[in-house]
């Protein structure tokens, strides 16, 4: 739980040498997504709410996202900690908006009524970022999800998360490494 409250300053850390403006025709480099999420049981009429933070980028432009993130919930009766990896496939529908389908593997802790527990889940989610500006330096998102667990009981959940979007850009190339330079 302690590395979860580290990760706002170690992504801040490793991106503050990248805070020049962006040209309008390129992706950022990466992008931190930061707001709310909510979540109900289908097999219990438990619903709960929280935190949402991930970290976003794209290894394969245009084929490829990997979202790495962790989400606190709350309820009545239980806390519970979901940690993702969700790989998802983009589709840019215009200049300021984008949709992504994907899945992935999530480890969930939870603690219900004093008792602790950890199991593996998979999950599915739809993915809309909606971007003000062509140089998307901030826009916000919407994210339906459905949860599987593979743990006792096998639960099954939807939730949704509403989040800012934070892009964060590209390091310029050194000099030395331009064509003009040669």
């Known amino acids: 739980m302690r590395a979860t409250h580290c990760l706002p300053a170690a992504l801040l850390f490793v991106f503050s040498g990248s805070a020049w403006p962006q040209p309008p025709d390129e992706e ?17 009429p438990e619903s709960s709410a929280g935190a949402d933070l991930a970290l976003e980028v794209t290894p394969i432009e245009h ?6 993130g962790v989400t606190p919930l709350f309820s009545r009766h239980s806390t519970e900690w979901d940690t993702d990896v969700l790989f998802k496939k983009p589709w840019s529908l ?7 389908f994907g899945g992935g593997p999530e480890w969930v802790h939870a603690k219900q009524n004093g008792i602790r527990s950890d199991s593996v889940a998979g999950e599915i989610v739809l993915d809309f970022m909606f971007w003000p500006s062509a140089r998307r330096r901030f826009g916000w ?4 999800a459905y949860e599987y667990s593979f743990g006792a009981g096998h639960e099954r959940s939807i939730g949704i998360s509403a989040d ?14 331009t064509r003009s330079s040669r």
């Open 164 to 177: 800012l979007l934070i892009g964060i850009p590209r390091g310029k190339k050194p000099s030395h490494l």
């Open 63 to 68: 084929w490829l996202e990997l979202e790495m």
């Open 28 to 44: 950022p480099a990466a992008i931190i997504e930061i707001g709310g999420a909510a979540s109900r049981n289908l097999k219990n």
């Open 94 to 100: 215009s200049e300021k908006v984008e949709f992504m």
């Open 141 to 144: 998102f919407l994210e339906p």
